[in-house]
């Protein structure tokens, strides 16, 4: 994933265990927390405020600004992992939720929104002095996936259907509507936002 800080364009990669920083002439390696992957798990990414976000589904999302070492996600409980991590206007919305244990697949989760220049400082949906919130994406039952920002919309792509996300600057902050057809989306990172669209590699012949 690319990240541009001090005055410098950084490509930020994972392995099983580290994460490494490269500004093209110096890799260095920013671990902070070791991680946990195997040679199968899949990453997801976003930009947020200046500050890179990366999440593997079994470690804490990591953070990274571009100095020192990666952080746990702030505010983020240490016992909730999520299969996709993504940004959205000032919001971090994190897809297909596990919380102590149990997965919630159908489960959209989202921060507080950030200030400028910042992380969110909460992801607690019972707070009422916050915007954060959750809800499940159930119309259909298949599970979340991935998702990507569409304009003024965050696409939320389940394995068979997709979904759509507005942002409503009232007490709800967001609504979920589902989009037309029966197509969903291969897995991690397989769709790409392009000056017409998104482009999106599905799990079938549609």
């Known amino acids: 994933a690319p990240l541009r800080a001090n005055n410098q364009t950084y490509w930020v990669h994972a392995t099983t265990s580290a994460l490494y920083a490269d500004n093209g002439s110096t890799q ?34 990591q953070a990274w600004g571009g100095t020192g070492t990666a952080t746990n996600l702030t505010a983020w409980d240490a016992t909730w992992r999520c299969k996709s991590l993504r940004s959205f206007k000032n919001y971090l919305v994190a897809l297909n939720i596990t919380k102590s244990g149990t997965n919630y697949a159908p489960m959209v989760k989202w921060s507080h929104a950030a200030e400028p220049g910042t992380l969110p400082d909460s992801w607690d949906e019972a707070d009422p002095t916050r915007d954060a919130g959750e809800l499940d994406v159930a119309e259909t039952d298949d599970e979340i996936v991935d998702g990507l920002a569409l304009g003024d919309t965050f696409a939320i792509y389940k394995e068979r259907s997709a979904y759509g996300m507005q942002y409503l600057a009232n007490i709800a902050i967001f609504r979920v509507f589902k989009l037309p057809g029966n197509y969903g989306i291969l897995s991690q990172n397989c769709v790409v936002d392009t000056p017409v669209g998104h482009v999106v590699l599905t799990n079938g012949p549609d």
């Not at 899949?42 to 500050?51: A, E, M, P, Y």
Request: charge should be neutral; include cysteine.
């Open 28 to 61: 260095t390696n920013i671990t902070g927390t070791a991680l946990t992957a195997t040679s199968t798990t899949k990453f997801t990414s976003c930009v947020l405020g200046g500050v890179l976000v990366i999440s593997n589904g079994v470690d804490i999302p």
